[in-house]
């Protein structure tokens, strides 16, 4: 009996120790599709995924997400409760850090110190890291608000929401990748994964579940 006990221990210990984690990233008014295919994918691969955001509360989503008979509307469209605040992460804890965009990322993401030093950090830590839609903006301006300091991603190939293609290009100096503004597209440049749009929402998800199958084979859900 208590070899059983031990046993179950030692396996359930080892189970949430291989498990692959997810951090996803979420803004107030958040554009519903670039969060919820992405976080599908990861539940589907079987990865554990973690939401934070700038208060530990309901994130609410684009309001054009939950209104019936708009173009933007998606019938599982809701709000999505932070498990952490920004201030609470610890990338060390997690094998990918992706974040979600929308409107809300020009106010939560852009002006936040806490969110450029997670940027920073996962990039020199060579962290999978993934940003989508207007988030790509980061790449610009992490640690460099006046375009005058060293940028986190200069020479990475990138896409990115259009509004943000001159953070990037002027401040980041990265390598972006032009397409139209619905048009999807996802770039992979080593452990950077970038989305251009909320078109690309689902692209973008089924990208970093496999850019992280590729680190960590054994990760994969048995089916």
Excluded at 77 to 101: H, K, L, S
Excluded at 153 to 179: H, I, M, P, S
Aim: aromatic fraction near 10%; charge should be positive.
């Amino acid at each position: 009996m208590k070899i059983a006990i031990l046993l179950i221990i030692l396996l359930t210990s080892f189970s949430a120790i291989s498990a692959t984690k997810v951090l996803m990233i979420v803004p107030n008014d958040f554009m519903w599709p670039e969060y919820g295919l992405p976080y599908r994918a990861y539940k589907e691969a079987g990865f554990e995924v973690s939401v934070a955001g700038r208060f530990k509360e309901q994130l609410i989503p684009d309001r054009r997400n939950v209104l019936k008979g708009n173009a933007l509307f998606f019938p599982d469209a809701g709000p999505v409760r932070a498990d952490m605040t920004f201030e609470e992460v610890d990338i060390d804890q997690f094998d990918a850090i992706t974040f979600v965009a929308g409107n809300g990322a020009w106010h939560d993401f852009f002006p936040s110190d806490v969110v450029h030093k997670i940027v920073i950090a996962a990039i020199q830590k060579n962290k999978v890291l993934g940003l989508l839609c207007a988030s790509t903006g980061l790449l610009g301006i992490a640690g460099n608000y006046n375009g005058k300091q060293a940028p986190v991603a200069a020479g990475r190939k990138v896409v990115g929401y259009y509004r943000v293609e001159g953070l990037l290009t002027l401040f980041g100096k990265t390598n972006f990748v032009q397409g139209g503004r619905n048009e999807p597209g996802v770039q992979v440049d080593g452990t950077l994964i970038t989305g251009r749009n909320p078109e690309s929402s689902q692209i973008f998800g089924d990208k970093v579940v496999e850019v992280l199958m590729g680190r960590n084979p054994s990760s994969a859900k048995k089916k």
